[in-house]
């Protein structure tokens, strides 16, 4: 179904949403707690991500409020410095997103996102449509469930993305959805599509080893690392990017 993409502007913010999901979304869908009252708050997390799960008229949904990490979160927050709406994280999510729907690719569809402005600076959110019965990468790992089999899945899903120009900011195993019938790649934020390149393919790649390694995954040693795993994963990207 294409995207049938509509913004609603209020006083402080807007709302960018597509129709063809939900044909209204009210400025009360980003609070949980109104969720919460009328006992659609599935589950809540805290964190950097602060995500909420949904029932919502649009089906079951995740919500994510945009927070900084790292040392610049103590001062800002979840604050950013205020550039135009086009520029917003949540709008530049959701339209990256809806191009990934379009080229096929297997992520989260979105539902609706917004920015508040305030001064100089603004705040914003993103729901999308939960994927059900999925687990993370980080989790099969630590389960005992990713092998080679996996690793070679793997590989093939960022070959996908990186075939059709698509560079995730993050690339990670939490950001690694695993169903019975399908691996997503989840969480787009700050990324975009460019011109295919070794150089940003690859280190997209290192980010992703980094992860697996520092979630347990070289702990029988880093040579099993690479012929149980890694090698695996490399193959099957190599010849998904190439066909």
């Known amino acids: ?21 939900s044909p209204q ?8 707690e109104a969720w919460r009252e009328r006992g659609a708050l599935r589950q809540q997390s805290g964190g950097r991500g602060g995500v909420a799960i949904l029932d919502t ?24 410095l205020w550039s135009g709406a086009e520029h917003t994280r949540s709008f530049a999510e959701f339209r990256l997103l809806g191009l990934i729907a379009s080229l096929g690719l297997p992520s989260a569809q979105p539902v609706a996102c917004r920015y508040v402005r305030a001064g100089l600076f603004y705040t914003a959110d993103l729901m999308t449509r939960r994927i059900e019965h999925a687990q993370t990468l980080a989790e099969c790992l630590a389960s005992g469930q990713m092998d080679g089999e996996m690793a070679e899945l793997v590989g093939a899903l960022v070959a996908r993305f990186h075939r059709a120009g698509i560079w995730h900011a993050d690339l990670n195993a939490h950001n690694v959805l695993v169903t019975d019938d399908e691996l997503y790649l989840i969480d787009f934020d700050r990324g975009r599509q460019r011109d295919s390149a070794d150089s940003w393919q690859q280190a997209n790649l290192a980010r992703l080893r980094r992860s697996l390694v520092k979630l347990g995954a070289a702990a029988q040693g880093e040579a099993a ?3 149980q795993l890694w090698k695996p994963l490399i193959y099957r990207y190599e010849r998904t990017l190439r066909a």
């Open 1 to 21: 179904m294409a995207m049938q993409e509509r913004i609603r502007e209020g006083a402080a913010g807007a709302i960018l949403f597509d129709a063809a999901v």
């Open 25 to 32: 979304v009210e400025d009360d869908w980003f609070e949980p």
């Open 57 to 80: 008229p649009a089906g079951e949904c995740v919500l994510r409020h945009y927070r900084r990490g790292g040392m610049v979160a103590k001062l800002m927050g979840d604050r950013y």
């Open 225 to 227: 690392f690479e012929e």
